[in-house]
Every structure is written in structure tokens, then in C-alpha cells.
């Protein structure tokens, strides 16, 4: 009996200290910046560039976006990237592979393409759907971080 009431504390104390995605919040930023711009930016505030693994997150991205009153069809970093081996994207704020949660991925039907070998960095919010787009690095767009809630 000592055993499993044991197990149960400790399975307990381990989910409480694993951050959910109910426990992260968003803000955006109307500050047009370049990507490494943006990320720098989110850590310099404590967060992260925002990372949107599923669709509940996506979500609650777009409905923050939505919610600033900025104009949501200008593009906003995410901090998907495949710069430095082209066609493997990561969550760069996380370190994990694009689609390793379920296989959640939200591109637009002819993304990514890479037109023109430099389109490195991932947006959302250009269209109404608010699907995802690659982009070069270097253009600047509004973005988004996220942080965890204590």
C-alpha cells in the first residue's frame, strides 16, 4: 500500500511541474522586426518566440493576434525555422522538430516552397486562415511570444 501511495505522489509531483499547454499566454508585438530580431526580443522579455505545436495552440495564437486589434494580415513570426538544413523544420523557441506533436502542421497548400533558396523562417497570418508560410529571415513582420504561467 506504501508502494503505490508512493508511485501516486510522485507521478503527481512530476505532471505538476511539466508545463502544459494550458499554461502558456501570448503577446504580440506590432513592432515590425527581422526573425532573430523577434527572438531575441521574446527572451529579452522572459518568453520565447511563440511555437505553435497544435491546434489548440494555433488557436489561441490567432485569437491573441485577433484580440491586440493589429492588423492581423501583415505576418507574424513564429519561431519555425529551417535555416541551416533546408526541409527540416524545428521549433527553434523549443528545440523540437515541426510536427513531432501528432504530426500538427498548419501550411498553406503550396508551402514551404523556399522560392528563390531563402525562405527560411515561418508567418502566419497573412491570409485569413491564418495558415503558415516560409519567408526569408530578413523581411520583417510582427511576431509573437509566449511564456509559461507560474
Given at each position: 500500500?506504501?508502494?503505490?501511495?508512493?508511485?501516486?505522489?510522485?507521478?503527481?509531483?512530476?505532471?505538476?511541474?511539466?508545463p502544459?499547454?494550458?499554461?502558456?499566454?501570448?503577446?504580440?508585438?506590432?513592432?515590425?522586426?527581422?526573425?532573430?530580431e523577434a527572438?531575441?526580443?521574446?527572451?529579452?522579455?522572459?518568453?520565447?518566440?511563440?511555437?505553435?505545436?497544435?491546434a489548440?495552440?494555433?488557436?489561441?495564437?490567432?485569437?491573441?493576434?485577433?484580440?491586440?486589434?493589429?492588423?492581423?494580415?501583415?505576418g507574424?513570426?513564429?519561431?519555425?525555422?529551417?535555416?541551416?538544413?533546408?526541409?527540416?523544420?524545428?521549433?527553434?523557441?523549443?528545440?523540437?522538430?515541426?510536427?513531432?506533436?501528432?504530426g500538427?502542421?498548419?501550411?498553406?497548400?503550396?508551402?514551404?516552397?523556399?522560392?528563390?533558396?531563402?525562405?527560411?523562417?515561418?508567418?502566419?497570418g497573412?491570409?485569413?486562415?491564418?495558415?503558415?508560410?516560409?519567408?526569408?529571415?530578413?523581411?520583417?513582420?510582427?511576431?509573437?511570444?509566449?511564456?509559461?504561467?507560474?
Amino acid at each position: 500500500m506504501n508502494t503505490a501511495l508512493t508511485v501516486v505522489v510522485i507521478v503527481t509531483i512530476v505532471a505538476l511541474s511539466l508545463p502544459t499547454t494550458l499554461a502558456l499566454r501570448y503577446t504580440v508585438h506590432n513592432t515590425k522586426v527581422q526573425f532573430f530580431e523577434a527572438w531575441t526580443q521574446c527572451i529579452n522579455n522572459g518568453g520565447y518566440l511563440a511555437s505553435s505545436e497544435t491546434a489548440y495552440e494555433q488557436a489561441a495564437i490567432v485569437s491573441a493576434i485577433q484580440k491586440s486589434g493589429a492588423p492581423s494580415s501583415e505576418g507574424w513570426w513564429l519561431s519555425g525555422t529551417d535555416e541551416g538544413m533546408e526541409g527540416s523544420w524545428i521549433w527553434l523557441s523549443r528545440n523540437v522538430p515541426v510536427a513531432i506533436v501528432g504530426g500538427y502542421t498548419n501550411w498553406a497548400s503550396t508551402e514551404p516552397n523556399n522560392v528563390g533558396g531563402a525562405e527560411n523562417c515561418l508567418i502566419t497570418g497573412i491570409d485569413s486562415s491564418f495558415k503558415w508560410y516560409d519567408k526569408p529571415c530578413d523581411n520583417t513582420y510582427y511576431y509573437v511570444c509566449e511564456y509559461y504561467s507560474a
